[in-house]
């Protein structure tokens, strides 16, 4: 009970530092969907349907937009705790009498929250362009819980990454060079056929791979055998990416405290 209270607070703080600033939460629930109507409307018509597999585009993209807005929330997740570190603010709360796990959990707590809600705005508009998941209702329910694996699997390599280095210039050095080639080697815009044997071999290695190829289904084809198999390995990836970023944040923390 005191751990959930303590998970609670901590994620009511990041709750309320995002709505005292408005436009920033404006922006970051509206801008997936303007990637989704600009960005696959744009390229629907350059697409080969044979190499993609469905006349719909917007609907085979609408997978890659969610990983696209999963991603960038992931390098943003670990900015306050980044912050905190160079505030002097988390040596603050480690001081507190709270379990360090809650820092952590709260902040995937809030993550899968607002991404929940971006997504939701995104198959809003999908539906307004004219894509129906072949899944049914009880797939957009699939699709939310593919998202928070996602969430927890990039929420949690960030916050390593965030525990791991000096300073926040080195952070977003190392995430604005890979977060684009995270994402384009995926098939989160060209399904793995179309791509290269190198790139697809790395592809396959990709988390947001399996991610993006569940949802991929359950909105083109619905409740076909993939998506057990897809949300497996997604299940997977997430388990050791928590576990490395679990690690990290113990061993910086503890060295903190000592």
Known sequence: MMWSQEVLALSRRWLLILLRERLNLLFSVLQPAVWLVFFAGALGGAMDPRAVGTDDYIAFAVPGIIAFTVVG???TAAMPLLFDKETGYLDKLLSMPIRRSSLIVSRFVFQVGMNSAQVVVILLVALV????????????LAILVATALLTLALTAAAMALACA???HGTFFAITGFASLPLLFMSNAFVPLSAMPGWMETVARA?????AIEAMRLLVL???SGGV?????ALVVASALLLAVGSWQFARQTS???A
């Open 221 to 223: 084809d619905g409740w």
């Open 73 to 75: 929330n992931g390098v």
């Open 165 to 167: 280095v000096p300073s």
């Open 206 to 210: 990709n988390p947001l791979t399996y």
């Open 129 to 140: 362009l004219g894509v129906r998941p072949a899944s049914g209702p009880l797939g957009v």
């Open 255 to 257: 060295e903190r405290i």
């Open 228 to 232: 057990p198999l897809s949300l497996g």
